[in-house]
Structure formats: C-alpha cells, structure tokens
Nanobody, 121 residues
Framework: QVHLEESGGGLVQAGGSLRLSCTVS??????MGWFRQAPGKEREFVAA????????YGADAAKGRFTISRDNAENTVYLQMNSLKPEDTAVYYC????????????????WGQGTQVTVSS
C-alpha cells in the first residue's frame, strides 16, 4: 500500500515562493507527479519526475517557475514554486505511479489528499 501526504501549502503574495512536499510511505520506486485543480476547473498536470530521473512539465504557466525534485533518502518529492501568480491558486495534489516517457501526465495509481495554495494579488 502506498500513502502520499502533501504539505507546504498556504497563503502567499504574488511574486512569492512556496515549496510543497510529498512524503511517500510504502513502495517508493514510482514515478511521481504534481497536479493542481482550481475551483471550477479540471485537474491540470504540473510536473513529473520519473524514477529514472527524467522530468517533465505541463501547465504552461508553470514552466520556468516550478521545479520538481525528490530526495530518495527521505522518501519525499518536492515542488518548488517561484514567482507565484494569482492564477496558480489551486489545490495541489501529489501522485505516484508508472508513466511512459511520452505521457508523463498519465499512469498515476496513487494520490494524496491535496494541499491548498492561495496566491493573493
């Protein structure tokens, strides 16, 4: 059984930074991803980091501002978010699974409960 728990969300002013953490318990040799869902919108792929080390970014607005990383010794995946904008406001979810190189947004079997990120203007 795999359990994911996100932390690090909160309220931040536009231009600020946050680092989200996702602690993984159980099987850890999975590809990891971050997604977000804003009120009234569909869930959106933000970033992925495969166990082999390749990273991928979706959510065009996040490219160049967000960085995904992992600390295998701590069983933790991070999402560093810089230059935050009000449109980044959403619930951010961590996910684990087995993805294909060409489809980093698909293949996730396990999900966390989410952490709220609110960016004020």
């Amino acid at each position: 059984q795999v359990h994911l728990e996100e932390s690090g969300g909160g309220l931040v002013q536009a231009g600020g930074s946050l680092r989200l953490s996702c602690t993984v318990s159980g099987q850890i040799h999975y590809d990891m991803g971050w997604f977000r869902q804003a009120p009234g919108k569909e869930r959106e792929f933000v970033a992925a980091l495969r166990w082999s080390g390749e990273s991928a970014y979706g959510a065009d607005a996040a490219k160049g501002r967000f960085t995904i990383s992992r600390d295998n010794a701590e069983n933790t995946v991070y999402l560093q978010m810089n230059s935050l904008k009000p449109e980044d406001t959403a619930v951010y979810y961590c996910a684990a699974g087995t993805t294909d190189y060409d489809t980093p947004a698909r293949g996730y079997a396990y999900w966390g409960q989410g952490t709220q990120v609110t960016v004020s203007s």
